[in-house]
């Protein structure tokens, strides 16, 4: 037993030909000559015995011989519609032709072709009687239209006019165009199609099946594997009847041979202009009618050639996908429940690749649940081959540079926020960059779409594609990681920084410190010895057991991710404020902040309890004079080159009163407050360099250590005090620096 798929195409019908006709015009000479002669060539072909048709409705035996056959003949005659059973026939007959590819020859015969288009003459005149008789019953109101609109519909369609001559000469033809029809192989499409419906649908919408007016180009396209060929193998058995030629792929001189046909074209596997060039240069080569289908992984061949209906051939999720695993690993749509597991486990691996599921699901076959688990593991390690060169063909068409940044993506950058990563490649690649990322995409090797983790389009790309990337990187240097141009994976990079040698090699390092629990330790002075290093990224993770957080030096550093940092007790920040996004600090013993920017020092306060040590070099503080914050536990307080004005220091002192160490070193201060009288337990303080000093009003009374060096405009009196201070307890005052 094999899995349904009713549009899939295997060649087989009851009836390679239906007549429709009305029996009082034609059954006992064209028809019956028609008939004779299709049946002298061997075409099983329907034709009603009147046995079939009872009273005014089709009958069930007539619908299933109509649905079972592969080519319908309706044979327009003066008084075909006058037949309500004729044209529920047609009805029906062009059902099956706009949902499943049937093929309609129409014969007018001994009529207009017109009159049936445009519902004129005896077509015309037997309408109205049927619209006379129909008034009172909307149901039958209703039928009328739909007889309308077949007709209609069926008389634009290509057919044969007969209005004199030879009879047998006009049978031979159209019995010659049947036996072209019947004798079109049908194309092998796979051993378990599935899925192929809704796509097959999709694609037929885009083709505008029924229009004869005009060429259409349709351009199917995907990343290699995920079945571009195998659906348009089966468009073409699905409506290649209704052409007068076809093509599947290769043909030359295509435009002096067909440009007067309806035909179908397929093109499979388009990987270069020229080839579409060559094969279907514009639309003008060929008939009107005409559809031609081109498979591609290259977007961009389809754009630069202005086909502009595309259709994106997406993988298989889901139900799909394990139906096609259990058939292909099982030949059976029943699996052992045993199997449910590991069968799951092989469907994420393929990703919803059709070619993937049908490799791995073969190479499975009648192996046990052991044998599954340790195939899936060897492919987590190391890529299935097969699946790996069907990929590598997209990536070996890029150039040098392209390759360049897909491999980058692959290793380090997939998921990431599309700003950021042009971001960071930029310095790499310049402003190329952009333009390389919409090569890939047009390539299928990447996709962009929105992304939620960053709010922002980002970088999506498939786990095969991934594995594909990393596997090149791994041939770099299948045993030595520090020969690879990228590591990601935090063994290898830990392995590279311990052993601190040189190296030319590597460009990017991406460390997800996050995915572990063990303490990391390397001499960072690894890096460098790394001359070829472009990227650093090191991804920090939940940082529960973080203890020092040292951001010095990071100048241009913007924001920090939210972090809840429980362990901290170190802290060191440039050029920014407290983040606001750093949640649970109550450990933290020591902050530094330096460089330009702004500060508020009581948010420090509020939120660290067991601060004990506060340094701020070169900021803009901000302090609220109504802030009431406290904190018994700092012991150690020092502001440099800031500017701390004469007003904010009584209240910043108010905040400290166990301090022991103040250093005001360069600020703008000009008085020395009498309030520090009160600060009994301040054993060191340190002015030195701030040169708007004019005046000392108070010395804590504890004071063991005083250095006001270089206070140039300190007034006398001071200098006087801070002179018989200096005799007799060896404070420092005065223009020179500190030894």
Known sequence: MQ?????????????????????????????????????????????????????????????????????????????????????????????????????ILPIFYGVDPSHVRHLSGSYGEHLTKHEERFQSNKKNME??????????????????????????????????????????VFLHVAEYP????????????????????????????????VGKSTLAKEIYNFIGDQFEGDVSEGIPIIKERLCRKKILLIIDDVDNMKQLQ???????????????????????????????RTYAVKELYGTEAHELLRWMAFKNDKVPSSY???????????????????????????KSIEEWKYTLDGYEKIPNKKIQEILKVS????????????????????????????????????????HIIQVLTEKSLIKVGYHERSCTYGVILHDLLEDMGKEIIRQESPKKHEKRSRLWLQEDIIQVLEKNTENDDVEIISLNCGLTEEIIVWNGKAFEKMRSLKTLIIKVGL???????????????????????????????????????????????????????????SSFISKMPELFAIYVYNHHLLISKSSSSMSSNVRCLCIKESNLSDECLPIVLGWFPHLRELRLNKSNIKILPECLKECRHLSDLDVDDCKFLEEVRGIPPNLACF?????????????RMLVNQEEVRGFRSGSSTKA
Not at 156 to 184: A, P, Q, T, W
Not at 284 to 292: A, L, M, N, Q, S
Request: include cysteine.
């Open 340 to 366: 449910e597991d590991i069968l799951n486990r092989a469907v994420s691996y393929a990703s919803g690749l059709p070619i993937a599921i049908e490799i791995v699901g073969s190479n499975l076959f009648r």
């Open 194 to 225: 599935v899925g192929l419906q809704s796509r097959v649908q999709q694609v037929k919408l885009l083709l505008d099946e029924g229009s004869d007016d005009e060429v259409h180009m349709v351009g199917i396209y995907g990343i290699g594997g």
């Open 278 to 308: 060559v094969l279907a240069g514009g639309l003008d080569w060929f008939g009107p009618g005409t559809r031609v289908i081109i498979t591609t992984r290259d977007k961009h061949l389809l754009t630069n050639h202005e086909i502009k």
């Open 543 to 601: 940082l529960t057991k973080l203890e020092s957080l040292n951001a010095g030096g990071c100048i241009k550093l913007k924001s920090f991710p939210p972090l809840k940092l429980p362990s901290l007790t170190k802290l060191k920040l440039s050029r920014c404020d407290l983040p606001v996004s750093f949640q649970n600090l109550t450990g933290v013993t020591l902050i530094s902040i330096e460089g330009h920017g702004m500060f508020t020092l």
């Open 143 to 184: 039928r009328l239209q739909h007889w309308k609109a077949a007709l209609n519909q069926t008389a634009n369609l290509s057919g044969y006019h007969f209005s004199h001559g030879y009879e047998y000469k006009f049978i031979g033809k159209i019995v010659k165009c049947i036996s072209n029809k019947i004798n079109r």
């Open 395 to 434: 990536y070996d068409a890029l150039e040098e540079q392209e390759q360049s940044v897909f491999l980058d993506i692959a290793c380090c950058f997939k998921g990431w926020g599309l700003p950021e990563v042009k971001e960071i490649l930029h310095a790499h690649y310049g402003g190329s960059i952009t």
């Open 3 to 103: 899995p349904s798929s009713p549009c899939s195409f295997s060649g087989g019908f009851k009836y390679q030909v239906f007549l429709s006709f009305r029996g009082s015009d034609t059954r006992n000479g064209f028809i019956g000559h028609l008939y004779k002669a299709l049946s002298d060539k061997g075409i099983h072909t329907f034709i009603d015995d009147n046995n079939l048709q009872r009273g005014d409705e089709i009958t069930p035996s007539l619908v299933n011989a109509i649905e079972e056959s592969r080519i319908f003949i309706p044979v327009f005659s003066i008084n075909y519609a006058s037949s309500s059973f004729c044209l529920d026939e047609l009805v029906h007959i062009f059902h099956c032709y706009k949902t499943k590819g049937r093929l």
């Open 707 to 719: 250095s006001a060096l270089n206070c140039e405009s300190l007034n006398s009196s001071s200098r």
